[in-house]
């Protein structure tokens, strides 16, 4: 009977440790309060930085052509050798000058004054038949600003063209724009050198497309 009495001893000494022990165990909710007051504590670590978007490719693009001009101007970047880092696009500009002769009477007076320009080494022209106020007249080139206009007729002029003029005549067209990829600092210069030499054209930078 000693040992049922000495197990009860022991059962009641655990039971009231086990109430001590809830008693004195800190209250979870107590500890809200003081969490709360240190939140200003609280460090939230930055994520891994992104990586760097790759800086895009540069272009340099020499616009517009006509059809007339752009196969002369092909062929003067033939000795850059650039491949297919040279390409092509359209673009839509809207031109308010041109440089051109008066209409003619007739077709065939027209005709005759284009020979004429021909025999002077002028090639580069459009001969306007399209019903209209400028009937067989011929447009000799087409500019975004008067200043270039009035430069390109110096130059025909000093070709023997007299009866060339400069005029207002607003107008949207499609001209062919030649792109350059990432040139470097040699080609470009070539570019501006050769850009010279084609009134009314354009060099300008941008980021290159596809």
């Known amino acids: 009977m000693?040992?049922?009495?000495?197990?009860?001893?022991?059962?009641?000494?655990?039971l009231a440790g086990y109430i001590y022990l809830q008693r004195t165990r800190p209250n979870p909710d107590a500890q809200l309060p003081r969490l709360q007051m240190n939140a200003d504590q609280i460090r939230i670590l930055p994520g891994p930085p992104k990586p760097a978007k790759p800086a895009a490719a540069m272009c340099l693009e020499w616009r517009s052509f006509d059809p007339s001009e752009l196969a002369r101007a092909r062929a003067a970047l033939e000795p850059l050798a650039l491949g297919e880092r040279l390409s092509s696009r359209e673009v839509a500009i809207t031109a308010g000058w041109w440089v051109y002769m008066?209409?003619?009477n007739t077709q065939a007076a027209m005709e005759k004054k284009a020979s004429e320009l021909?025999?002077?080494g002028v090639t580069e022209f459009f001969?306007?038949?399209?019903p209209g106020r400028w009937r067989y007249a011929i447009s000799l080139g087409i500019f975004r600003s008067e200043a270039a206009a009035q430069t390109y007729l110096l130059q025909l002029r000093s070709r023997g063209v007299r009866s060339a003029l400069v005029g207002a005549r607003e107008q949207r067209v499609t001209q062919t724009a030649l792109v350059i990829r990432e040139p470097n600092a040699e080609e470009s210069a070539k570019l501006i050198e050769l850009s010279a030499g084609y009134p009314g054209t354009e060099l300008r930078a941008a980021e290159c497309q596809g």
């Open 2 to 14: 000693r040992w049922i009495f000495a197990l009860l001893l022991l059962l009641d000494a655990a």
């Open 102 to 104: 008066p209409p003619q």
């Open 118 to 120: 021909r025999d002077l």
């Open 127 to 130: 001969p306007v038949t399209e």
